[in-house]
């Protein structure tokens, strides 16, 4: 069974159509990327399998049910998505931030258990943030809240984990220190990974599988391999790239080529 099925998603805000006939396919258990320029319909496609918009054309499946059928509480239980705002509006100590993924196993009163308890120290031990537990939300680094985020998404236990550019505001050294975060959590919990990627050479050394997206359109899907062409992302982003094996394993490395380069016959 697939994580998750699109077949002919169609979406438009009034008048203007975002996404057109988008189908693709998520292994379970793989980690997908998202790529595509500004304003491409990548971050309407990832709210889309939030539940947060809703489509009318097209279907998705997750998890082999259609996301039409299922409520909001339910959805939450096998999806967690994290957004690219990781603003810290209210003064919530990290351990309380994490508690909140456990609302959608949680009843009316939303009394938490002894082993909602333990999911969280479980997810603070994961991401490496049990000693920030008593911190409020607004004294930790940007590395150090998308980890908070994190963890609350593990808390859910979800199936699927949605994440809408999580390594875009950090530096290097917290880029790589996330996204190998993630890989461990595909690997040890099972969690199939969904992400928005603007850095393709990132996409490219993490991702299972991707889909490459402009103008609300799937450009082409596969391995990064297959994706990563030059011709392809020329066209799509309207500058030249050089593409070779990366020494560090089987997918590709690329470099952007600036216009005074291109003389010297670029592709």
């Known amino acids: 069974m697939k994580a998750v099925t699109v077949d002919s998603l169609d979406y438009s805000y009034d008048k203007l159509n975002v996404l057109s006939k988008v189908s693709f396919n998520v292994e379970t258990e793989s980690f997908f990327s998202i790529i595509g320029p ?47 705002n990781v603003a810290a509006e209210f003064p919530f100590t990290v351990e309380e931030i994490v508690l909140l993924g456990r609302a959608p196993h949680q009843g009316l009163l939303g009394m938490h258990s002894e082993y909602d308890q333990k999911t969280v120290e479980h997810a603070m031990e994961i991401t490496d943030i049990v000693h920030l537990a008593a911190r409020r939300i607004d004294q930790v680094s940007g590395g150090e809240r998308q980890r908070v985020l994190i ?71 596969g391995a990064p391999c297959d994706v990563l062409e030059s011709k392809i992302l020329k066209k799509t982003f309207g500058c030249s790239f050089l593409i070779d094996s990366n020494p560090l394993g089987n997918f590709p490395r690329i470099f952007p080529v600036p ?9």
């Open 151 to 221: 963890a609350r998404a593990i808390c859910q236990e979800p199936e699927i984990m949605l994440l809408d550019e999580p390594a875009s505001a950090l530096d290097l050294a917290h880029q790589i220190q996330l996204m190998d975060l993630l890989e461990k959590l595909k690997h040890k919990t099972g969690i199939t990974i969904i992400m928005i990627s603007h850095d393709i050479n990132l996409a490219a050394m993490y991702a299972d599988s991707m889909i490459l997206i402009n103008n609300g359109m799937v450009v082409k899907s």
């Open 38 to 84: 500004n304003g491409s319909g990548k971050s309407t496609l990832m709210k889309i399998l939030a539940g947060i918009l809703k489509y009318k054309k097209g279907e998705i499946f997750i998890s082999g049910k259609s996301l039409e059928n299922y409520s909001k509480k339910e959805l939450a239980r096998h999806t967690a998505y994290v957004s690219q």
């Open 259 to 267: 216009a005074r380069y291109n003389c010297h016959g670029q592709s």
